[in-house]
């Protein structure tokens, strides 16, 4: 099947408009009739559903926690991007965009990345009028900050907790539409199953996570923003509760699954500190504005106290590999240099895995309040966990998984593959590529569930005219039927093992054969290996407790089950792809200085999976990435 | 080092609960104390046991999804610190921990150390927002905020909506989220047109939803994690006195 983007035609700047005039519109007046179900109430979930029902749609929206405005969104720290140029210097539209393309390692649909750029500039103005408390010079007018992978500052924070405002701000949107009776939200409610009826998404398979009960949801599209996949491998800067579920179930139901091997490890985390750890802690990237990463030169010096060791002794690896970029290279690049560090013996702290992220410069230059107000919330965070003061001994930082840019594919309206089911945020492939840069989730978040589903969705039910089935239809009985079936059999488990101790082995896994570093014979003893973890899992599992109440154990197992099967995707994804790009780094593919060797004449195009049964290959399609406007050029921040 | 574990225990909301004790042993000072509970419940599990439930999420202190009384104190009693972000290090060996739900009749319980916190949800629901659709809202610097009030702002914002508060509190009273919730907007421009109607709205949904009466103990302010200042108590009343006497 040849994969069509509907990216539409013209100039590039010109494309978003023309679009939104070319897109059907629904009647105001018929607007109430078209019911949204959304899963989700992170920034893209809440952000969608609250616009929808501004709009005059029915809204439900569904979240597996015990209030929307937990989602995870809420753990962001560092800041938005968005092309606003308050500080004059050189950014605009289009640099925001070069950066964003360039930064995924030329491997984003160009159409999707313009428009995220262009609007950048909305989003900021939404969230100043909810009340978002961004950080502000003396003034009164906005403060940025830089972030990796950018030269201009274009990043909006608030404090180290600019993700939880955003979401605040949407989940504040939200609570007004359900006070005024157009969004219905369930909470502690977890989506099990898409139902398609004649082809089109029409609804949805959920679990009371209080009662147990499993119900259906009808509406005449449903949007998954159900957030990124990153528990996959177990350890992550994730929560505990994001999941695949919900894009994995919705690949089984027709679904393309795209680029699932575009897994993003973060450089500045808090590196692991035993095998009791259940998950990594991000240091904000905004970090690395002020600090300078470095490891020592020598071996021996690895367990001295940092402070003895002579600045000529040091090795500020970023700095030196590459000059003009420093310490705010991108992700990708700076996570390899520090693995390569320690790889090499030159890493620091419980098992030789860490470098140091160190201030002391800066706290000479600016003096420890403005270090203090600028990243406080971060160095106390810090401190909590490893009882050490960053303010007087630098941080011990090593990468950890972070971001999935890989998920569901979707067309430029954010549809997928099967009509009537969009897809948003961290969930969908779309934006970033082979590598997100810093601040781009939130920014592509927001821009999905503000400004592009609610003007993409409309022209779905203007065009589409299906009707919305009721739920007694057999479609819906029988994913309901599955749904609890699958349950029933978790439950009947009895065997040794608990869900943590299979989740860790397979996230040990992957992490080893398919994380910073992929190579085809490890890929390919990964693919040997998972198939028999699942079906030791199938077998030997414990799930404790009933059906009928809240059961923790039952939740967790389901998520893992299907991390199981997706864990293979992921692999036979990474296997694919013979070259290297962003995230994705195959070490038979490098240059003689180690970096990343893109094979374009072979691979710039979108790899999207569709489902054929679990004991069969998924077939690939392929969505070519044709570049009208950029020359893809090497990715060099030398 | 090990630990002698004191958990409530409840089947649902209906039922009666009471106290099992456990062991918590081999623990490492590096754990965080969720993860000692995490090694608890799965030694319960692997011998077919029933773990205790209890809501944690991020882990990192900022999703408030973790909530319980540790030894009779909200989150532990260590300052700023939710239960999630509590390490191992602060206990020593041989020690009893008590562990609790939030208590508060707005907070009922679902199970063991699970609440039903939606509460929160409606008080926000009734007017914890600025009233503006999305799209056609003015450029970004055209509302200049002085950096004093912004600052206000969001340190009232940090607020993580956990709850702390509300079971620290003798009356259970939920006035330190109120305050900060209503503060929040209040204290900015964006937030003026609705001022008045915020506080009272706000004000009448907590009280509707069976929290007490504030008697300014300040033990919220003590136990939050996020150290949320009790002057915003005093300005929400502030704001609730001059909207009252306006009428609105
Ligand atoms: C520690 C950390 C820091 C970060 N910092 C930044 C930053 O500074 N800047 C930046 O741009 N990005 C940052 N990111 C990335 C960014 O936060 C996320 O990519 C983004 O917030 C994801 O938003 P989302 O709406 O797609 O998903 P989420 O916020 O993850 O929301 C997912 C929603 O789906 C619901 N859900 C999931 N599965 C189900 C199901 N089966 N049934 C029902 N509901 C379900 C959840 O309940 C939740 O409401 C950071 C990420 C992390 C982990």
């Not at chain 1, 009808?218 to 999941?243: H, I, R």
């Not at chain 1, 699942?534 to 407790?545: A, C, S, Y």
Request: net charge neutral; aromatic share 10%; hydrophobic share 40%.
């Amino acid at each position: 099947m040849a994969l069509d983007s509907k990216t539409p035609s013209g100039p590039l700047a010109q494309k978003w408009d023309k679009h939104r005039f070319d897109l059907k519109l629904v009647n105001p007046a018929n607007k109430r009739k078209f019911e949204v179900l959304v899963v989700g109430s992170g920034l893209a979930g809440a952000s969608a559903a609250a616009s929808l029902a501004e709009l005059g749609y029915k809204v439900k929206c569904f979240c597996f926690q015990d209030s929307p405005r937990r989602a995870h969104s809420i753990a962001a720290q560092g800041g938005i991007n968005a092309a606003k140029n308050y500080q004059n210097d050189g950014d605009s539209v289009y640099r925001l965009f070069y950066d964003t393309i360039k930064g995924g390692d030329f491997r984003a649909r160009e159409a999707n990345v313009y428009r995220l750029a262009q609007v950048s500039v909305n989003i900021i103005d939404q969230c100043v009028a909810q009340g978002v408390p961004f950080a502000r010079e003396y003034g009164g007018l906005l403060a940025n900050r830089s972030f990796g992978g950018a030269q201009v500052s274009r990043t909006f924070y608030a404090r180290g907790q600019t993700g939880q405002q955003l979401l605040l701000g949407a989940y504040q949107a939200l609570a007004r539409q359900i006070s005024l009776g157009a969004v219905q939200m369930f909470p502690r409610t977890e989506m099990l199953d898409v139902v398609l009826v004649d082809g089109h998404a029409k609804g949805i398979v959920v679990r009371n996570l209080v009662t147990g009960e499993v119900s259906t949801h009808a509406g005449d599209a449903v949007v998954l923003a159900t957030g990124g996949y990153g528990n996959a491998f177990f350890l992550s800067t994730n929560a505990k509760g994001c999941n695949v579920t919900s894009i994995w179930r919705a690949y089984k139901k027709g679904a393309f699954f795209a680029n699932p091997c575009y897994t993003q490890i973060h450089p500045t985390c808090i590196p692991v500190s035993g095998d009791h750890q259940s998950k990594l802690t991000l240091m904000s990237e905004s970090l690395r504005n002020d600090g300078r990463v470095w490891a020592p030169k020598r071996k021996e010096d690895c367990t001295k106290p940092p402070g003895s060791i002579p600045e000529d002794a040091r090795d500020y690896f970023l700095e030196r590999k590459y000059p003009s970029f420093g310490n705010l290279a991108p992700r990708d690049i700076s996570s390899r240099a520090a693995k390569e560090a320690c790889d090499a013996g030159h890493g620091v702290g419980p098992g030789g895995l860490g470098v140091y992220l160190d201030f002391a410069d800066s706290i000479k230059r600016l003096g420890v309040n403005v270090i203090r107000e600028r990243y406080g919330n971060l160095f106390d965070m810090y401190e909590k966990i490893t009882g050490e003061n960053a303010y007087e001994v630098p941080m011990r930082i090593y990468p950890a998984v972070h971001y999935t840019m890989g998920g569901t594919w979707v067309d430029y309206n954010l549809m997928t593959s099967v009509p009537g089911l969009f897809v948003l945020g961290e969930a969908n492939f779309s934006d970033h590529g082979a590598n997100r840069l810093g601040a781009s989730a939130l920014m592509q978040g927001l821009a999905d569930g503000y400004f592009v589903l609610p003007y993409t969705i409309g022209h779905y039910f203007a065009t589409s005219k299906i009707a919305r089935p009721a739920t007694s239809h057999a479609e819906f009985r029988k994913a309901e039927e599955g749904v609890q079936e699958r349950i029933n059999r978790l439950l009947a488990s009895k065997g040794k093992r608990t869900v943590t101790s299979f989740h860790r082995e397979l996230g040990k896994l992957l992490w080893e054969k398919c994380g910073m570093a992929r190579n085809e014979a490890g890929l390919k003893a990964a693919l040997k290996r998972i198939p028999e973890i699942r079906e030791e899992f199938w077998k030997n599992l414990i799930v404790t407790g009933q059906n009928g109440g809240l059961n923790q154990s039952l939740e967790y197992a389901g998520r893992v089950a299907d991390f199981m099967e997706f864990a293979e995707l992921l692999c036979t994804d990474a296997l694919h792809r013979r070259e290297s790009c962003g995230g994705h780094f195959r070490e038979e593919f490098q240059t003689p200085d180690g970096e990343a060797e893109r094979d374009d004449a072979n691979f710039s195009y979108v790899a999207a999976w569709e489902f054929q049964g679990l004991d069969k290959p998924p077939v690939l399609h392929k969505e070519p990435l044709v570049y009208e406007e950029v020359h893809m050029s090497t990715r060099s921040y030398k | 080092m090990n630990l002698t574990l004191k958990v409530w225990r409840q089947s649902n909301g209906q039922s009666q609960g009471r106290f099992e004790t456990y062991a918590a042993k081999n623990i490492i000072e590096d754990m965080s104390f969720l993860e000692m509970l995490d090694v608890v419940n799965e030694e319960l599990m692997e011998r077919g046991q029933e773990p205790f439930a209890f809501d944690s999420d991020c882990r990192e202190g900022i999703c408030g999804m973790c909530s319980l009384v540790i030894n009779g104190i909200p989150h532990g009693g260590h300052k700023g610190t939710a239960t999630c972000q509590l390490h191992m290090r602060h206990f020593k060996d041989g020690d009893t921990i008590t562990i609790e739900p939030w208590r508060a009749k707005a907070f009922p319980v679902i199970k063991d150390l699970v609440t039903n916190r939606s509460a929160f949800d409606r008080i926000i629901q009734a007017g914890g927002f600025v009233s503006v659709n999305t799209g056609g809202t003015p450029d970004g610097n055209a509302i200049p905020v002085p950096k004093i009030a912004a600052d206000a702002a969001m340190d009232a914002a940090a607020c993580i909506g956990c709850g702390a508060c509300v079971a620290v509190c003798k009356n259970a009273s939920a006035m330190l989220f109120v305050a900060a919730k209503a503060s929040h907007l209040n204290l900015l421009p964006q937030g003026q047109p609705e001022k008045d109607r915020r506080a009272l709205k706000m004000v009448q949904q907590m009280d509707e939803e069976g929290f007490g009466n504030c008697t300014v103990t300040g033990s919220c302010e003590a136990v939050c994690p996020k150290e949320i200042s009790l002057s915003f108590i005093a300005k929400l009343n502030r704001d609730f006195g001059v909207a009252t006497l306006k009428g609105k």
